[in-house]
């Protein structure tokens, strides 16, 4: 039999050892049945022979009793000697209760005296009282014959009847039960050739079970299991040797499918980093012939084992030449050798070396080596690897050199340049020009809040806009000695030492300002003098007024009348009225042409100063036929700005409009639609933009450039300055806006100014 040990034997095939196992269980399990079915087949047999026996006693005690109760002993005898004759029956005794043989089968048995402690009296001999009945397996015994085979011996207890204690034959006392027992032989040799023939049949019925179950079993195992193990076997072997042959054919939908089909996967994926490490392996070989910077693989010697393209193509010596001649042309180590220090702490090194390439041109080398070990972790070699910077040190004397020049150039700028950090606002740098600007020493600014070179008034208001990156114009500073001074301040945003900063540029204007008003007064003169005939016409008309009155007076007084109350308060109401109006028209003359003082910039409404510079030419247009269209936008958000500057800008671009339209009227008919101006203002998103349009003469294209250059006219001469667009081009300006003209040549004038909004003011984006 098939033992565990041998089951799992090294080398035993799986499907050899599932068989062996299911064959010992099969013929461990058949054997116990066939015994179990054996004994239990022999049981059944001996049973029936108990049963038999027992049936035929009680028929022998049957025949017994009625003879027994006619006293016919020769009839009993019959009866056993006919019975011992029956097939099978191998001898019938019915012995009295001392154990004497009364009636035999054989002549010969007759008289013979039975033992009472033998298996056939015993039972009775050994109870007291004598038990009437016993069950079957106590009265039957099976025994080895003398000559051969077995037989079985019962032994059935004769029990009184009723009467027999009163007959005339029988001598025992009534409380005696047994009179006898009657002991039969039988042969079981028909039973066991019916038992042997059941298990002849049992065993060839289970020999062909058993044929049939390894049949099947075999085919089960071999088509389910060591078909596909020996496949996939053969797949494993091919992936093995590199053929990536990844079909598995196994059309079962079980495990051994699902392992067929992981091998398969695993097969593909095989086959995909097998692909994947050949490509890496042909990349990293052609990163290494190919890489732009020098790599060597040496010995501890200092030999070359190795090297890539890059260094081929440099240098001159080959495989076995030390590194120092190939990389400089030495005959011995170098001083300080990062591969040296490799190969004695296993640490990587860095350096910086100098040499020289084989056609003679001076180089320059970052160098990195780091060791190489064998299977056993010893350093067998350094790898180095050199990066050529001769670019990077020609760049860096270049930088240097620049570093100087920009240093230089940033010292010498005549204007006044600060590097300010963006967050903190505070002074990293300055150049010459801030000192002899500020007289502050560079050391006393650098560090700094930049809010100490403005005034103290407009400290916080000028660091919050630098901060913003905002320009500035005009705005007050402070030098060190207290002297005040207005300067433009230009920034833009940079990155110094990794850190955000603002630029910003300080150009002192205080001189440009000063000469600036001047010609702003003179240019203020100039337009009163063009405005005298309309203000003098606007006057006419309240002093008519009051001469009316004082007629009207004089009048009464002459006729020695007293006006009435009614009349006196109506006449004094018309001379305050007057008088009041023509206070404010000098005022306004007054007002525009004084020299004004130094004004900061304020939140002022374009609309207003609009109004404003149009009150002073309200009459003079109307008496010259110009209507003025205004179309002025509601709630107009504020700028900043100086309201009396920006008045100018607008009357002179009104005189400007005026004198375009007179000309083109001068020498052809012009109707009401060519007598026009247009005064429009809208809001946009970040801005304000003002409008002044008129019908006039327009402006050619050839000249739209310069009509902003300072003395620049298009005038006759003695009708105009050339002033007055050059300064509102700079009064724009100098509020953060600009100023454009739409060259529109016999069709009109259109002047575009764009202010930028004040933050948090109204809002109205028509």
Request: aromatic share 6%; hydrophobic share 40%.
């Amino acid at each position: 039999m098939t033992t565990p040990q041998a089951l799992f034997r090294p080398g035993l095939p799986l499907a050899a050892k599932i068989m062996g196992a299911l064959v010992a269980l099969i013929l461990a399990l058949a054997l116990f049945l066939f015994r179990f079915n054996t004994r239990s087949y022999r049981a059944l047999a001996e049973k029936n022979a108990d049963l038999e026996a027992d049936r035929i006693c009680e028929a022998i005690k049957s025949g017994a009793t009625s003879s027994m109760m006619r006293n016919e002993r020769g009839e009993l005898q019959t009866i056993v000697e006919r019975t011992g004759r029956m097939e099978g029956v191998l001898g019938v005794r019915i012995l009295n209760k001392e154990g004497l043989v009364m009636f035999a089968s054989r002549q010969e048995e007759l008289g013979e005296r039975w033992p009472t402690a033998g298996f056939q009296c015993a039972s009775c001999h050994e109870h007291t009282p004598v038990p009437s009945t016993q069950e079957l397996e106590e009265r039957t015994q099976i025994e080895d014959s003398p000559g051969g085979g077995r037989h079985l011996t019962i032994f059935s207890p004769i029990g009184t009847d009723e009467g027999c204690a009163t007959a005339a034959c029988h001598f025992h006392r009534p409380n005696e039960t047994v009179l006898g027992v009657l002991v039969l032989d039988m042969s079981l040799a028909k039973q066991e050739e019916t038992l042997q023939e059941l298990v002849e049949a049992n065993t060839a019925s289970l020999g062909v079970f058993l044929a049939g179950v390894f049949a099947v079993l075999y085919g089960v195992v071999y088509l389910l299991i060591q078909r596909p193990i020996r496949s996939m076997i053969a797949v494993t072997r091919r992936i093995a040797k590199g053929e990536m042959d990844c079909c598995v054919r196994i059309p079962q939908r079980d495990e051994l499918g699902e392992l067929a089909d992981a091998i398969g996967l695993m097969c593909r994926e095989i086959s995909s980093k097998h692909g994947e490490i050949n490509t890496q392996r042909q990349l990293y070989q052609k990163l290494f012939e190919g890489v732009p910077c020098i790599i060597t693989v040496q010995d501890r010697n200092f030999r070359l084992l190795r090297y890539n393209q890059t260094f081929s193509d440099l240098f001159h010596v080959g495989k076995g030449a030390f590194c120092y001649e190939a990389y400089k042309g030495r005959t011995e180590k170098c001083p300080q050798c990062p591969v040296e220090k490799t190969f004695q702490d296993g640490q990587p090194h860095f350096t910086e070396e100098h040499g020289v390439y084989k056609d003679g041109t001076s180089a320059h080398w970052i160098v990195k080596t780091a060791p190489l070990y064998d299977e056993e972790g010893n350093i067998t070699a350094a790898m180095e690897m050199c990066l050529d910077i001769t670019p990077r040190k020609r760049l860096e004397e270049e930088l240097r050199k620049s570093e100087r020049k920009y240093q230089d150039i940033f010292n010498n700028i005549p204007n006044a340049l600060f590097v300010i950090d963006a967050a903190e606002l505070t002074i990293m740098d300055c150049n010459r020009s801030t000192a002899l600007l500020y007289g502050y020493r560079r050391g006393e600014l650098i560090g700094q809040h930049i809010r100490m070179v403005f005034h103290p008034e407009d400290a916080e208001t000028g660091a919050t806009t630098l901060g913003l990156g905002q320009a500035m114009y005009r705005v007050r500073n402070q030098a060190k000695d207290g002297r005040t001074f207005n300067v433009n301040i230009i920034t833009a945003f940079s990155e110094f030492d990794d850190r955000k900063v603002i630029l910003a540029t300080a150009t002192d204007v205080t001189e440009r300002i000063r000469a600036e008003r001047q010609m702003v007064q003179a240019s203020k003169m100039a337009t009163l003098g063009e405005m005298a005939t309309g203000v003098a016409h606007e006057l006419n008309q309240p002093l008519a007024v009051m001469q009316m009155v004082a007629n009207l007076f004089l009048r009464k007084l002459e006729k020695s009348e007293v006006p009435d109350e009614a009349t006196l308060r109506e006449m004094a109401d018309k001379l305050r009225n007057n008088v009041e109006r023509s206070t404010r028209i000098i005022n306004h003359m007054r007002e525009f042409g004084r020299k004004p003082a130094t004004q900061d910039a304020v939140p002022v409404d374009l609309n207003l100063v609009i109004r404003k510079a149009f009150d002073f030419f309200s009459q003079q247009l109307k008496v010259r036929g110009i209507e003025v269209v205004f179309d002025l936008a509601p709630e107009l958000p504020t700028i900043l700005a100086d309201p009396n500057r920006l008045e100018q800008v607008f009357m002179n671009l009104l005189l400007n409009a005026r004198d375009a339209i007179e000309d083109k009227c001068s020498g052809a008919v012009c109707g009401p639609r060519d007598r026009k101006i247009t005064l429009r203002t809208r809001a946009r998103r970040r801005a304000v933009v003002a409008e002044v349009a008129d019908t006039g003469v327009g402006i050619p294209r050839d000249i739209a450039g310069r009509i902003f250059e300072p003395f620049f006219t298009t005038k006759q001469v003695g009708k105009g300055t050339g002033l007055g667009l050059s300064i509102s081009y700079g009064i724009v300006q100098d509020y953060g806006g600009t100023i454009h003209a739409r060259p529109r040549s016999g069709a009109g004038a259109r002047f575009l100014m764009v202010f930028p909004r004040m933050n948090g003011s109204a809002k109205n984006d028509s």
